[in-house]
């Protein structure tokens, strides 16, 4: 892989992962929000329901 390639996962950060355990979660935010996005894109059938699916998982959408 190139070292140029930006689209790859990237592992939590050390602060991150800090302010994780300081507030009692299982994952950093960035993991959770990524893996919540992904499975609403799988599911979704159109724009219109993928945006409503990141909606009723409490996401901000603007």
Known sequence: MSPLDT?????PATGEKEKAARRGLVEPARTTLQ???RKAAA???DTTNLLN???DACLRVR
Do not use: G, K
């Open 7 to 11: 689209t790859a996962h990237h592992a």
């Open 35 to 37: 893996r919540t996005v």
């Open 43 to 45: 599911l979704a059938t």
């Open 53 to 55: 699916r990141l909606r």
